[in-house]
């Protein structure tokens, strides 16, 4: 358990990002890399509750055989809109955005990223696409799903597509931007000392993210930009009946989309590689086998698209050649999760809200990952593809382990982006409420996709009723489970408890400056002469380290612990 | 329910992947629980053992779960292999989808809308195409689908073990209705499958049978009763009159049912698009009696304001 502050009360810093400048302009004309998190951080809520309140209105709906809440084409609307709102405007940005932004910079001890304009710039990108999406969403909606399958969504759908396509496009463009800052930051601008293996794991995870953003979103961009040509001006790309070939645009879509899932996993991995050895006071297990898994899963992510096409008609052999390559995508997650595993035995474990949704994440991707293998065995997948297992499936990848890693996040550097502790004892009972949640809402759905339920349906056989209420169920347990850490957290940012400069200890760069940072983030550019995560050599924590060496000379300057 | 060929090969190999899957989900749950609780922390200012990692395990629980997963890819990829290549002597079933319905053609020609029937212990190949989207065949109980592409022509074969009616469904999501286009497969004795194929049906009464008969057919997809679907409501039709795109009224009668039916753009509804298909050799005479007989018994059913088909209601209605 954390010790409580027993010293004199804390206090805010006297300067820093927050109230160097106020005013809108200086938070729109921003630079700082803090800065553009929050504002990041403000905007994918926004469309995460956009995407809730679809993903609500699908679940009453489910409620009963014949679903009477929705039309079809109301409810075709709502999947797909949870979907495009969820996964190009929350998932994708999410941790990258907010948590990348805001700490690559302070854990690699630098002032800013390497380019600070290009970052704002990316929020407005992001904002404009959203803004186009947000059109699509109030003019008529979209009804194609999130995959954008050709021909529906370039002749057959009667909703707005293109500003649709437009929004993703030009949001794409926002992900390739903070890539590239990402990848040029981690290789210029690490402090004195600070060696490639001595990153944390979270800049490991953040760096092979970056990769895949950008290799992967291009394509993405030229594929929905050869879609929307198609649908606007009729040019014969994927329309067999002029000539295009459908599958081709599944291959295009597939070979961003399939990475894009491990734009959404990496930086939670990342987050769990660093709250796991905060809260077992441990160094991570095996930091160079996680640090190379995380590129192994880049690398191998971009050979497996087509494992979402066993069924299309593809080639007999390319399809068990991929079924192989998904296999292969498979160990390092597994390596990752034996050595948070293995991190633990011999820690000392506190159970603070950061480390519960870090349990949490370690159960939820086991299952999500686990049940991967049905899917990428082709034997199994000609069964249960396209059923409401693969729902399942991927909803404990995305929202079981990215955003329990998203929120486990929030909590964990909560203090250092506000300066403020959340309340304790609601936390850990919010974890808990998600939790149960999210299982309630989601186990039930491999059960009934293994009976065949097929997904995206508005009505169902009644012998799948049970199952559909249970996940109705589990998903009103689940939405207050969201709701507490939203009004919680912000309650916190202007009324917590100060937390000070390192409340948990943790051993990062990012704890050794001031809650909340300056805006140049620190007084001197730091000197690193410590490996991640070792809390042995580490004085300046207040610790007792075993064996007199490093005994707590000097207690860390708040106070706390 | 197993029954099909692959039904129970797909299940042995589904439920060794449960087994495995959940012995490491159970391992890595344990191992995380006992960790939680016998290391958890016992005072405020402690930290853990300073271990770096360890080689040996990490190559262990490296090549492990590679040679594992490599087991269960080689099991699924032999599935697949022989689901994909299809035997020399199959039953040879056309099957086309479009927005959204089902239409299947046995080899002496009889046509079905979201029905097929088949023989038990006979290989049969679907060589499927589409009309406009990507629709997707799927049976559950056979454990196998297929995608239904436009422009390209995709089979999928299987052989039915066990007599019965199954449940099959679209499962590639094909725009509006995509959840209502599914049917039954009736798998049959071959005797039965033969006396079947020549043309008997044994409903008794009419008008059930044809209530049955407008789902089938996919009907009800667009004659919706409360007036929104693509085509008119057919509640209070029979009897009454029918405003014509032309401006002319037609009493909805047997002939101009049966006509409706047989070749539907020769008097279309004021309002609608001639977009019905035509019926003509897809259904008996017998069948458009049941179907005339359903229509016939909506007279008493309640008319929208909205979409109906009916301008005036019948003079004699009681």
């Not at chain 1, 921003?30 to 951080?41: F, G, N, Q, S």
């Not at chain 1, 707005?160 to 931007?177: D, E, M, N, Q, R």
């Not at chain 2, 002939?255 to 259904?283: C, D, H, N, W």
Request: hydrophobic residues 50%; contains cysteine.
């Amino acid at each position: 358990m954390r010790a409580e502050a027993t010293g004199p009360a804390l206090k805010l810093p006297e300067k820093h990002y927050l109230n160097a400048t106020y005013g809108i302009r200086s938070w729109l004309l921003t630079t700082d890399h803090k800065r553009i998190a929050l504002l990041y951080l403000a905007s994918v809520t926004f469309f995460f509750f956009i995407g809730g309140f679809f993903a609500m209105m699908i679940r009453l709906h489910l409620l009963t055989p014949n679903g009477y809440l929705l039309t079809p084409d109301q409810y075709n609307r709502m999947f797909t809109m949870h979907g495009v709102a969820m996964i190009f405007f929350f998932l994708i940005p999410s941790i990258p955005a907010v948590m990348g932004n805001f700490l690559i910079p302070l854990m690699i001890g630098a002032k800013d990223l390497a380019f600070p304009k290009i970052n704002l710039l990316s929020w407005y990108i992001y904002i404009v696409g959203g803004a186009f999406t947000l059109w699509s969403m109030i003019s008529g909606g979209l009804d194609t799903g999130w995959t954008f399958y050709t021909p529906l969504s370039t002749v057959y759908s009667n909703s707005a597509v293109a500003p649709a396509v437009v929004g993703v496009f030009i949001t794409g463009f926002s992900s390739i931007l903070t890539g590239l800052n990402f990848l040029v930051t981690v290789h210029t601008m690490r402090a004195p000392g600070m060696t490639w293996f001595r990153l944390p794991l979270f800049v490991w995870a953040h760096y092979a993210t970056s990769i895949v953003m950008i290799l992967g979103t291009p394509v993405v961009a030229i594929t929905l930009a050869l879609a929307g040509m198609e649908r606007l001006f009729g040019l014969g790309f994927f329309n067999p009946a002029m000539g295009g070939d459908p599958i081709l645009f599944q291959h295009l879509f597939w070979f961003y989309s399939h990475p894009a899932v491990y734009i959404m996993i990496l930086p939670a991995m990342g987050v769990i590689s660093e709250l796991i050895p905060t809260f077992a006071r441990k160094r991570l297990f095996g930091y160079h086998f996680v640090a190379a898994a995380s590129l192994a899963i880049a690398v191998i992510g971009f050979l497996v698209w087509t494992h979402h096409m066993f069924v299309t008609g593809q080639s007999t052999y390319a399809a068990v050649a991929f079924s192989f390559l998904t296999f292969l995508v498979a160990v390092p997650s597994a390596v990752k999760t034996f050595n948070w595993t293995a991190t633990l035995f011999g820690g000392s474990i506190s159970f603070d809200t950061p480390m519960l949704y870090a349990f949490g994440f370690l159960g939820l991707f086991l299952v999500g990952g686990l049940t991967g293998l049905f899917l990428g065995s082709l034997g199994t997948d000609i069964n249960i593809h396209d059923t409401y297992f693969v729902v399942a499936h991927f909803h404990y990848i995305m929202v079981g382990g990215a955003v329990m890693g998203y929120l486990g996040g929030l909590h964990f550097w909560w203090p250092k982006i506000t300066g403020r502790m959340y309340p304790e004892w609601l936390a850990r009972i919010a974890a808990f409420i998600l939790f149960i949640g999210f299982n309630f809402t989601f186990f039930p759905q491999f059960l009934v996709g293994i009976m065949g339920m097929p997904r995206r349906y508005h009505t169902y056989p009644p012998e799948f009723q049970i199952y559909n209420v249970m996940s109705t169920a589990g998903a009103s347990i689940l939405a207050v489970g969201y709701l507490l850490p939203m009004v919680y957290l912000t309650w916190a940012a202007f009324y917590g408890k100060v937390a000070g400069e390192n409340p948990w200890p943790a051993t990062g760069l990012e704890w050794k400056t001031q809650s909340p940072p300056l805006t140049e983030n620190f007084d001197v550019t730091p000197v690193v002469t410590w490996e991640a995560y070792d809390f042995h050599n580490r004085p300046d924590l207040g610790l007792d380290v075993p064996g007199g060496k490093g005994s707590p000379a000097v207690a860390p300057a708040h106070g706390d612990d | 329910m197993q029954a099909s060929n692959f039904a129970g090969n797909v299940d042995a190999l589904f439920s060794f992947i449960l087994m495995t899957t959940l012995f490491f989900a159970v391992l890595v749950t344990v191992l995380i629980i006992f960790a939680a609780f016998k290391f958890r922390r016992q005072s405020a200012n402690e930290v853990g053992d300073d271990v770096h990692g360890n080689n040996l395990l990490e190559v262990g629980w490296t090549l492990i779960p590679t040679i594992i997963a490599i087991g269960i890819f080689a099991w699924g990829a032999a599935i697949y292999v022989n689901y994909r290549i299809a035997p020399k002597d199959t039953l040879d079933i056309y099957l086309v989808g479009k927005q959204w319905m089902w239409k299947l053609q046995q080899p002496n020609g009889r046509k079905e809308i979201n029905e097929l029937h088949i023989p038990v212990n006979r290989n049969v190949k679907l060589i499927m195409g589409s009309e406009d989207v990507i629709h997707n065949f799927y049976v559950p109980a056979f454990r196998v689908k297929m995608d239904v592409v436009p422009g390209r022509y995709n089979t999928m074969w299987f052989r039915p073990t066990k007599t019965g009616k199954y449940h099959f469904f679209c499962s590639q999501y094909c725009g509006t209705n995509h959840a209502v286009m599914g049917g039954w497969v009736t798998v049959m004795e071959p005797a039965e499958y033969a006396s079947w194929l020549s043309g008997e049906s044994g409903d008794v009464n009419p008008v059930s049978a044809g209530e049955r008969l407008f789902t089938q057919f996919a009907c009800n997809t667009c004659h919706i009763p409360n007036g929104t679907g693509r085509a008119p409501s057919l509640n209070g039709v029979f009897g009454g009159n029918v405003l014509l795109a032309d401006g002319s009224t037609v009493v909805a009668d047997e002939t101009y049912i049966r006509e409706s039916i047989l070749q539907p753009k020769a008097k279309i509804v004021g309002g609608y698009q001639p977009v019905m298909p035509t019926f003509q050799g897809l259904i008996t005479e017998e069948q458009i009696l049941n179907l005339t007989a359903y229509i016939k018994s909506l007279q008493s059913q309640p008319v929208p304001a909205k979409g109906a088909g009916v301008v005036q209601a019948p003079a004699g209605k009681k």
